[in-house]
């Protein structure tokens, strides 16, 4: 089975310097022919590589800008997140309008349909069969777990995220206004790419109500550019926009699920390795008492997803400053109510669920005796190769290599300390373990290299 | 496949690195997740028995492709009466162990839930042996 990775390198770029191996968490990337390669089975699309590459080769594939104009209704769906990378004299009106202008007849914030998944994900937490129960918001976290964590699939909360849910209800909206179906096109602004991976291939659903995806980042600078070019002299646009509850403008932050659960014993957890290592306990059955946990493979959550332009901590701080304007609004009852949004709560809540998530097991062999086998013959390399997990095989660490050597056709000579030995006993030549380094690290390193000393 | 482990006694805060271990192993195996879950479960209670009530021991898995035999062998004060041990509630867990979180009677009783087949033999003033299987497909 194929899924779509938005996260590439860009071979032409890439030098293959193993910064991006030795961070990926499934272990999902190889140095061969002097460039990196990530295995599709084992990517999650969490981003670890793009912040790691040095030489900007990774990339996050996304539509071009100009799908937008193939539909007559062009509706931007923008998570609060991007109004975020702002400073605060650039008013929201500000923004809305010069979306409107380069092309988005409408502007809806992803957080609008929030008190409605809160609500479904509130019924299912109260339900509580399986504990701990997971949030399904992050998509890095739900693919982290299908890859890495096959038997937790059942604890993922088995509702649409926000974006999904906003993307039907102005979907919905449009066709009620009298837009045909087709000529809708709704663009979701993403802070990741682990969210253009759950667009193109959804999980638990056939297919997303998002068409396309534009990079947050692309985006900020379409804006921003405007904004330079209008300098003070610009007219703002009021667009009819439903206002945003204090609630959901911090969803997509730290603590901003967990503040919300109606369980009694939950936790919020945000970055890659702070996950795993709570998710490892999880699955060892060492964790009791723990009825919702949130996590969020980005530190900060969304504000830390790699196609963001501002610094994590201020974007949090904005957003926390505009949830505490919007309080102030709620208090003295001044916000306007998201009534449209309110109307359609019972449909939305009717088409909320997604099918179950399936397990995208890395096993080493479907057929257990012939894992059994592989295993030993992994075992038994182990021991031979030094753990020091130089990664100068191009793999991530010896135990990689050993699998590589089992399952993938490399050899035990790709090890720079066997090739060592084998030189000292005579059993390879210099050049020939140069060779082996050549087809690993690419010949113009090595020869270059070479040639140089 | 053979695989081998250390307990040491009162160690808590190393509970579980066996089955955590095994876990990672069945996992690479392709073994069901609701199989390994019950691997987990039961090896997890029998190791924090032999690091509560022993003087600790080894902990040991043999796996084929039909089954996972494990064994906790523990050098401790054995059990006197393993018919009473074998019901929910019934422990001999010191205050100490309890104030932890542990020793609720629950060890063996939990044990024999998760298990295809389970066999407990236990000399006073020598140690016990916990035998347990699970069929993995």
Redesign the interface.
Known sequence: MAFFHALQINENVCEGCSHCMRVCPTQAIRVRDGKAHINEDRCIDCGNCFIACPHKAVFVKQDDFEEIFKYACRVALVPAVFLGQFKDEISVSRIYSILNEIGFQHVIETEITTPIYTEAKNRLEREGNTKPLISSFCPAIVRLIQVKF??L?DNIIPVKAPLDITAMYIRRKLVKDGWPEDQIGVFYVTPCAAKIAAVKSPVGEEKSSVDGVINMDSLYNRVYKKIKEQGHDYKEVKLPIAQLTSDSILTSLTNGERRLSVSEHSLSIDGMDNCIEFL?KV????IEDVDFLELRACDQSCPGGILTYNNRFLTCERMFNRARYVAGKERRGELTRADEVEAEREYLLNNIAVGPVE?R?I????D??K??EK??KI?ELERQLPQIDCGICGAPSCDALAEDIVCRGCKLSDCIFIQRNMEARKDMKVEESLEIMETIWGDEKIKNFVKNK | MHLEYTVIEGDFINAGSASSSIKKTLKQLNVNPSIVKRVVVALYEAEVNAIAHAYGGVVTADIDAGKILLRVIDKGPGIPDIDWAMQEGHSTASPEVRNMGFGAGMGLPNIKKNVDRLNVQSTVGVGTTVEMEVNLS
Not at chain 1, 283 to 286: G, K
């Open positions: 096959p038997g699939v490892e699955e060892n059955e060492e397990a097991s096993s080493l062999d479907p257990i005796s894992a059994l295993m030993n075992k």
